[in-house]
């Protein structure tokens, strides 16, 4: 008996549950408007991971609507290990294929390398806005190779991206981009050690000659370099050159910069820095002598012909 009243109400049970009405999705009434709406403001990684799970119409908007992919923006997270890297790159490249093409603008921290841009460049030919923070595994080659299918740039950041760093990649940019407005680069710390190497990075910036605006955060370029892009980039409006610690504001540098409508020095705040800022390094201008301070000589201990030729900087004197 007790057996017989166990199975009938668990058939009763069963009935009723029968009987009830389906579960309702509940974004099913939403509008597809008022759904992207919700989805923008959730950030993209947590979509991809995540929004697929949660009902029927996210899965369906998350993954048909190409509108929610056209702004990306995947940044947090650590450099870690190599197979957590390529789950970050991974995801990046289901993001570019979710915008189905109509990617315009991608931020992205530690998730690429020179596959990842190589695959944006044919994923996203309508791109305009590119950011990229600490990508350490994009190289000069592999950058150098994705840029030039991008023409239709107009927004660049290259933020403690370390592996890109040849100065004839800035020249490729300035060649292929002709219609880039903003270039930021930002760099971890302004040392260097040979003052020839100091305005290795103008060259190419100066052939940015469409640049409204600049910014230039812990670079190595001098007083003289800083001119030589001012001299190129005359529609210039907006210069931020913080932690630039080789740059003297003379008289002639103040009457080019008074052209620009806003204009961060040196020696300004970086409260409002949104990148890990670190405190500028020594300048130094020869082995032994520190540019800021002619007073204060440093023992030098090392092989001078390691820094500079001889021959060449102290010419044998004429009688």
Same mark, same amino acid.
């Given at each position: 008996?007790? =057996?017989?009243?166990?199975?009938?109400?668990?058939?009763?049970?069963?009935?009723?549950?029968?009987?009830?009405?389906?579960?309702?999705?509940?974004?099913?009434?939403?509008?597809? %408007?008022?759904?992207?709406?919700?989805? /923008?403001? $959730?950030?993209? $990684?947590?979509?991809?991971?995540?929004?697929? &799970?949660? @009902?029927?119409?996210?899965?369906?908007?998350?993954?048909?609507?190409?509108?929610?992919?056209?702004? $990306?923006?995947?940044?947090?997270?650590?450099?870690?290990?190599?197979?957590?890297?390529?789950?970050?790159?991974?995801?990046?490249?289901?993001? +570019?294929?979710? =915008?189905?093409?109509?990617?315009?603008?991608? @931020?992205?921290?530690?998730?690429?390398?020179?596959?990842?841009?190589? #695959? *944006? =460049?044919?994923?996203?030919? #309508?791109? !305009?806005?590119?950011?990229?923070? @600490?990508?350490?595994?994009?190289?000069?080659?592999?950058?150098?190779?994705?840029?030039?299918?991008?023409? +239709?740039?107009?927004?660049?950041?290259? /933020? +403690?991206?370390?592996? $890109?760093?040849?100065?004839?990649?800035?020249?490729?940019?300035? %060649?292929?981009?002709?219609?880039? !407005?903003?270039?930021?680069?930002?760099?971890?710390?302004?040392?260097?050690?040979?003052?020839?190497?100091?305005?290795?990075?103008?060259?190419?910036?100066? =052939?940015?000659?469409?640049?409204? &605006? *600049?910014?230039?955060?812990?670079?190595?370029?001098? /007083?003289?370099?800083?001119?030589?892009?001012?001299?190129?980039?005359?529609?210039?409006?907006?210069?931020?050159?913080?932690?630039?610690?080789?740059?003297?504001?003379?008289?002639?540098?103040?009457?080019?910069?008074?052209?620009? !409508?806003?204009?961060?020095?040196?020696?300004? /705040?970086?409260?409002? #820095?949104?990148?890990?800022?670190?405190?500028?390094?020594?300048?130094? &201008?020869?082995?032994?002598?520190?540019?800021?301070?002619?007073?204060?000589?440093?023992?030098?201990?090392?092989?001078?012909?390691?820094?500079?030729?001889?021959?060449?900087?102290?010419?044998?004197? &004429?009688?």
């Amino acid at each position: 008996m007790p =057996s017989r009243h166990i199975s009938g109400h668990a058939c009763r049970r069963r009935e009723e549950a029968a009987a009830a009405p389906a579960a309702r999705d509940w974004a099913d009434g939403l509008g597809t %408007d008022m759904l992207l709406a919700i989805l /923008s403001r $959730v950030d993209h $990684v947590d979509i991809l991971m995540s929004g697929d &799970s949660v @009902c029927r119409t996210w899965r369906r908007a998350a993954r048909d609507e190409p509108t929610l992919w056209r702004r $990306v923006v995947m940044r947090g997270g650590h450099a870690g290990t190599m197979p957590r890297r390529l789950i970050r790159c991974g995801a990046a490249c289901e993001a +570019l294929r979710r =915008s189905a093409g109509l990617c315009e603008a991608f @931020c992205v921290e530690y998730a690429a390398d020179d596959g990842f841009l190589i #695959y *944006l =460049s044919e994923m996203a030919p #309508y791109l !305009k806005n590119l950011r990229l923070i @600490c990508c350490n595994n994009v190289t000069d080659q592999g950058f150098t190779e994705a840029v030039k299918e991008l023409p +239709l740039l107009e927004e660049l950041e290259l /933020s +403690l991206c370390d592996t $890109v760093c040849i100065s004839r990649v800035y020249k490729t940019v300035g %060649d292929a981009c002709i219609q880039l !407005k903003h270039f930021r680069l930002s760099k971890r710390t302004a040392i260097y050690f040979l003052w020839t190497e100091m305005d290795k990075d103008v060259p190419g910036i100066a =052939s940015m000659r469409r640049l409204r &605006s *600049l910014q230039l955060f812990s670079n190595t370029l001098s /007083s003289e370099g800083l001119e030589t892009i001012l001299d190129n980039c005359p529609q210039l409006e907006y210069l931020d050159i913080r932690g630039c610690c080789n740059i003297y504001m003379g008289r002639s540098l103040h009457v080019k910069c008074a052209k620009i !409508k806003k204009i961060r020095f040196p020696g300004d /705040s970086i409260d409002d #820095y949104d990148l890990k800022a670190q405190t500028c390094a020594r300048r130094v &201008s020869s082995p032994t002598m520190s540019r800021g301070n002619h007073n204060e000589l440093r023992p030098f201990r090392g092989n001078y012909y390691r820094y500079f030729n001889r021959d060449k900087l102290f010419p044998p004197l &004429s009688r």
